[in-house]
């Protein structure tokens, strides 16, 4: 069992918790952008939005960092929400919808809300896949390096591949989201 909850604890670490922030800084990379997941010390972007992306989409997105750093993961999820509904290409929504639906679904679990934490988390697995989906169609992230976006296409991968088994069993994962969340990891 304890090792059955440490798979599944590395899934979870994997699936709501892979950064986008790379190492170098490089003066010619796009704008930096980090995982809503962890915005604590980002900077909101203020320059126009990357070709393709609508301002509308993008300003949800910027109001939905702004809510997280606000501890209000309720507030950036429907804003996130917002921002694929305007541009459902939108590769970093879809991946940061599904790392603050995991942190809402992680939350749940602590507090003992157990259906609606497996709901969350199933939510959260499903954003996810759809991030990856545009990924394999060519769809790659606008405000980072491929560094950085070579990083969490193999941190996706490395999540959604177990996605299944792990959410199978139901006891183990609310286990483990309680224990990954008492680590202090969920802020």
Known sequence: MTRRLALVALFLAALGFASCQGKDKDAEAPPKFEPVAEVAEATVPTAPPPSGLSIEAFRAYQ???????????DEARDLL???????????????????????????????????EALDLFREAVEEKRRAQALIDEGKWFVYTTREEQDQVIFDLRHALEDADAVMADEASLLAAMRLWAGSGRLR
Not at 63 to 73: P, Y
């Open 81 to 115: 929400k917002q921002a694929v509904e305007l541009q459902p290409d939108f590769t970093e929504g879809w991946y940061n919808l599904g790392a603050t639906t995991s942190r809402l679904a992680m939350a749940a679990a602590v507090d003992a809300r157990d259906q």
């Open 63 to 73: 109001a939905a960092i702004l809510a997280v750093r606000g501890e209000n993961l």
